[in-house]
């Protein structure tokens, strides 16, 4: 152990950051890896990267990164030449093209003189911020970036004409396996493009292959079938999957390194009539997981919701179709709540986001752990919190409920319409309106809506129908804005922001739950009280300009303001 590491762990003990137990686990583990004091320190979980690249930049050190499972990106590789890489014992590890960013890896963060040359080869436009690593690292991870075509492009070159290197090729490398690096350069290209999903597809001739970005899904390659069978053992070994077998539905997990970033994908087999069908759901710990107040509720709804939260004990369900986002708002909620005094256990099919101090249990219906046994268990480890992924049927729904009675905070999903529907489906799966009215705190419906693009957006004075549709007063003048699409966007739309309905069940409505009355019932007192439907907070996005009136019906249903 070094003078700086020692100095580091210290300095990290008396600025109050980790404990001097953890300091000494760190340390063990430093000695039996050989690794880097402070990404040990975050791989434990002790402390997290932003508060160690602070603590790290507030005492004049460096940040560092591990290059032992970095996949490298061609853009970066692109703009260095490999001869001065090599010569100056630096990696291109990542390009920000909108903030003309390179981020290098060097052995020596403080080498006037390499940067210097960088900066003459690049120009004054690119702005560099060096990262420390391994000089043996670097130099081990140059033969690899610079030694072989990581594009995709390049590598279906390669494929179709069976021109490699022989030195190469003859090399153990897995890097010399073209395949594996396409396998590589497709994902590193969906979490580049802000893919949520990337489907392959086998046809009977081609294979079709599909990001979902936005929520919508685009076609981005189309390769010949020839190469699906190597492709999908290569998934399958890096997933822990089963390669044997082909005839059963299979999941598993794959985790990866990209541009400095650890995402996870979760992936899904299910054979076809044209071969075995492969889904991988990215899931970014860097994105998925937000603040309450990125969440981009309006001052009144979050307030609403910390008062939800506020309350010791009941349930809060989260509303809403697949993919509408629910999970991540939930960790969400819970990442406000994730504190030492508090026990936070959940329990998911699968777990998509590993924090740490949660502790989290995925369903195993193999050993014959669902839900309901589940939460049974939960229960004997003296939780404060529980998250159970959804709510599914009668036994599910009396455990959570049953948890909820017993002094717990619970919170889970529900596959509904709306907030309000919620209730009449948990009357319908067996759950009595007199604990249902007790227990319950409030209910959140979501959907995702695609924004539109600032560059390209175009504005337009509405029809009388949209003044109609957004309720515009007869003198009230607004412009609307229409997507137009360009070289920055997909379809005059990127990025996406949540739309929420928040229920609060106050006295009124318990006593109207309670008395089994109807949905139109409540839903007219939750309106009488400020309660504002998914439509509502639509409308105020278009108004504002964020989002488009065609896209806001292609996500929620406007058509009872028609009447």
């Known amino acids: 152990m070094s003078d700086n590491k020692a100095r580091l762990g210290d300095a990290l003990c008396e600025a ?57 990106d061609p853009e970066a590789l692109a703009k260095v030449p490999q001869t001065l890489a090599r010569a100056q014992h630096l990696l291109p590890i990542s390009f920000n093209t909108q903030k003309q960013e390179l981020k290098v890896a060097m052995s020596n963060v403080f080498d006037v003189i390499a940067i210097d040359k960088l900066n003459a080869s690049l120009g004054d436009q690119i702005k560099i911020t060096p990262l420390l690593a391994g000089e043996r690292d670097i130099m081990q991870a140059l033969d690899t970036a610079y030694g072989f075509d990581l594009s995709i492009d390049g590598i279906l070159h390669e494929l179709e004409t069976g021109e490699i290197d022989a030195q190469m090729a003859a090399s153990q490398q897995e890097y010399s396996q073209p395949l594996v690096r396409l396998v590589n350069a497709l994902l590193a290209d969906a979490v580049k493009r802000g893919a949520s999903d990337i489907h392959f597809e086998p046809e ?35 997933a822990g999957l089963n390669i ?53 509720l309006p001052d009144d709804s979050l307030q609403l919701l910390q008062l939800m939260m506020a309350r010791p004990e009941g349930i809060i369900l989260l ?22 005094s508090v026990n936070i256990m959940t329990l998911e099919d699968p777990v998509e986001y590993q924090q740490m101090m949660l502790r989290q249990t995925a369903v195993n219906e193999s050993v014959k752990l669902d839900f ?74 979501q959907r995702l809506l695609r924004k539109l693009c600032p560059h390209c957006k175009q504005a337009y004075s509405p029809t ?34 949540a739309l929420l309905e928040i229920l609060r069940i106050d006295d009124i409505l318990r006593g109207m739950i309670a ?38 019906t292609r996500v929620v249903d406007l058509t009872h303001h028609l009447h």
């Open 244 to 296: 044997a077998e082909t005839r059963i539905p299979q999941d598993g997990r794959i985790s990866m390194v990209f541009s400095g970033q650890a995402v996870d994908f979760r992936v899904s087999s299910l054979p076809t009539i044209h071969g075995e069908n492969i889904v991988l759901r990215i899931l970014d710990r860097e994105k998925g997981i937000l603040t309450m107040q990125q969440l981009g």
């Open 515 to 552: 008395a089994r009355c109807n949905i139109h019932e409540l839903r007219h007192k939750a309106q009488d009280n400020g309660f504002f439907a998914l439509a509502d907070d639509g409308i105020r996005r278009v108004r504002e300009g964020i989002t488009s009136l065609d896209e806001l």
């Open 372 to 445: 309901s046994t589940g939460i049974r268990a939960l229960l004997r480890q003296d939780p404060d919190i529980l998250l159970i992924g959804e709510i599914r049927d009668e036994d599910t729904a009396e455990m959570a409920f049953r948890a909820a009675m017993t002094g717990h905070q619970v919170y889970s999903t529900l596959h509904t319409n709306s907030a309000i529907s919620a209730i009449t489906r948990l009357l319908d799966i067996g759950v009595l309106p007199d604990i249902l009215a007790d227990n319950i705190i409030g209910i959140v419906g």
């Open 319 to 340: 509303t809403g179709p697949t993919g509408s986002g629910k999970t991540t708002t939930l960790y969400s909620l819970l990442n406000h709540l994730n504190q030492e």
């Open 16 to 72: 109050g950051i980790i404990s001097a137990d953890q300091l000494r686990i760190a340390l063990t583990e430093q000695k039996r890896t050989d690794n880097k004091l402070g990404s040990i320190l975050v791989t434990l979980g002790f402390i997290s990267e932003k508060v160690l690249r602070d603590f790290i930049s507030n005492t004049e050190q460096q940040e560092s990164i591990d290059l032992a499972h970095l996949v490298a």
């Open 204 to 238: 009977a001739t081609f294979l079709r292959i599909r990001y979902r970005i936005d929520g919508v899904l685009q076609q981005v390659r189309s390769l010949h079938k020839n190469y699906w069978s190597a492709i999908v053992v290569r998934i399958k070994v890096m």
């Open 464 to 497: 009388q129908l949209e003044r109609h549709l957004l309720k515009l007063d007869t003198d009230e003048s607004l412009q609307l804005y229409s997507a137009q699409g360009c070289d920055r966007c997909y379809q005059g739309y990127k990025g996406r922001l």
